[in-house]
Each structure stands twice: as structure tokens, then as C-alpha cells.
């Protein structure tokens, strides 16, 4: 599942490399589904499936999401609901690194963000499911993998 956010709001987000991604997605589209943020009107998903059923994230967390989902997001909470709330351990892919240019990801912002991944991640079973690719080969390695 591709979780989308507005990131195009924070400061050296770099339009062209989220529309890689997005094209890069594209080739696995029979095995996405997108959740698109209300504000995110960044790109054109209309190639994957839609989340359309339109429940609260909380809810699908609890009723869906399963340590099998690949939940693939820049840094969302939505990524973090299923273990919060249900105990479920997916799949986690942080993408910001690949849409920000290097004077932003060295902000203090992005760094306690790192920080708090790494934290996140050490309270699960299996941290080989939690994933922070740092270039857009890696993270086509990644799904490769997994997919």
C-alpha cells in the first residue's frame, strides 16, 4: 500500500524524483493500492488500484493490515498505526529520504525523524521489515525483494 502525503509543503522537496518514484511504483501496479492523502494532489495514481472505502485508517489498520502488507510512505503515522494498534508488524518503507535535497534531510526535523524510525523499529520482532532507502535504486531493490 502507497500511503501519500502533501510533502510538496516542506522546504527542498524535489518534485521530479517523487514523480520517479511514482513511475517506478507503476510497474508494480497490479500489486499496489494507493491511499491518497485529501491534500496530496501531486501526481496522477489513476494506474493502481484506489483505496476507495473510504473507512478510518485506524480501523483498516485493525481489520486489514497484516505482517504481509507493505505499507510505503515518505514518513507518515499511518505507517506506524498497525503496530500501535493492533500489534501488526508489515512491512515499513520510508521514502523521504529519495524527495528532499541533502540541506533539508540534514535538518533537525528529518533527523529526529531517523532517530524516531530507528527507535520505532526496535520494537519489532523482525527489524528486517523496516526499511529507510537512501537512493531510488535501493528502494527498487527493496520492492524487488519483497515483491
Known sequence: MFLT?????REGYLTDRYKKLVELL???????VVRQHPRDKSAD??????DTVGN???LECCNTISDNHILIGGFSTAQ???KILDGAEPYLIFVY???FDSKELSSTFWKSTE???YKFRDQYKNKNKVFIPE???EFKAILEKLL
Open 5 to 9: 502525503q502533501p510533502l510538496n509543503e
Open 26 to 32: 507503476e510497474r508494480y501496479h497490479e500489486n499496489i
Open 45 to 50: 495514481y489513476s494506474v493502481f488500484m484506489q
Open 56 to 58: 478510518l485508517w485506524e
Open 80 to 82: 506506524l498505526m498497525p
Open 97 to 99: 529520504k529519495l524527495f
Open 115 to 117: 532517530t524516531f524510525i
Open 135 to 137: 537512493t531510488m535504486e
